[in-house]
């Protein structure tokens, strides 16, 4: 009788995608099981290196990005109040 380490389909549980008993186990506790090292509920997601979501553009790209922040940067200092978003949290 052979045992397999993973579900031939995934498990949600709390709204996470779980393949193993250990993944269904981290997501009842509310831990990301794709980023076991963020914690319950993503408290440590600032230090965890897996959650690292920067792009940086390489190539013929490389050069819009040098310019696109210095722009965006003088047109934040122009926009007009309750135009300006902040999305980070």
Known sequence: MAISSDYPQ???VNGFSCKNC??????????DPAHP???PF?????TD???NQAVTL?????SLEASSSSASATSLQAA?????LNVTA
């Open 42 to 46: 993503g408290v440590n997601a600032d």
């Open 37 to 39: 090292k963020s914690g």
């Open 10 to 12: 995934p498990v949600y």
């Open 58 to 62: 390489g190539g013929r790209l490389s």
């Open 22 to 31: 250990t993944d269904v186990e981290n997501a009842r506790k509310h831990i």
């Open 49 to 51: 290196p897996s959650r």
């Open 80 to 84: 007009e109040p309750g135009r300006r």
